[in-house]
């Protein structure tokens, strides 16, 4: 089992829907989360840290369930620049700290 | 300015030769890293330095040597280059301990492709 697995997708949606991707872990000694976005050709870069209590950044909601060992990104109202694959990474504490990066959900939103 | 900067963004090259890859931080932070994203988009972590000091060395054929000359700087040279090993290579660094604790800054990216 991967340590970390995402729905490859794509996920095709139109402007303005709002779609949500989950993303689960299977090391119980993961610490920190966080969604990163790539766009085709580029690399990752930090879209928002998850915290337990659930957190927002404008269109963007980030949840952790720690004892189902899933985190979601929701975005709402989405915008053509939404395109992009997103990234669920985990950081696991096993006496050091471990980056896990998941393959990643594709999006595509159309006009 | 670019924060995290590599070195060269394209690279092909023939089976069996040696290539390097040069990365460069402008942000002061210790920790550097390599990571391999193939064909699938999985991004596996190579190594990490944590102030020119290996901290990880994930299970990398040897025919990959990192090089830390200073905390700014991460090289990557592959000798003996394999087919399999056409990918995207990606620096990235991270002010915080060796591991990633925290946000990860990735350079543009080093697309080897082995002929």
Known sequence: RKEVE????????????????????????????????QDCRKEPKLLMSVYSSGNEDGRFTAQLNRASQYISLLIRDSKLSDSATYLCVVILNTGGFKTIFGAGTRLFVKA | DTAVSQTPKYL???????????????????????????????????FSYNNKELIINETVPNRFSPKSPDKAHLNLHINSLELGDSAVYFCASNPGLAGGVGELFFGEGSRLTVL
């Open chain 2, 12 to 46: 092909v090259t023939q089976m069996g030769n040696d290539k390097s890859i040069k990365c460069e931080q402008n942000l002061g932070h210790d920790t550097m890293y390599w990571y391999k994203q193939d064909s699938k988009k999985f991004l596996k972590i190579m």
């Open chain 1, 6 to 37: 995402q729905d490859p997708g794509p996920f095709n949606v139109p402007e303005g829907a709002t779609v949500a991707f989950n993303c689960t872990y299977s090391n119980s000694a993961s610490q920190s989360f966080f969604w990163y976005r």
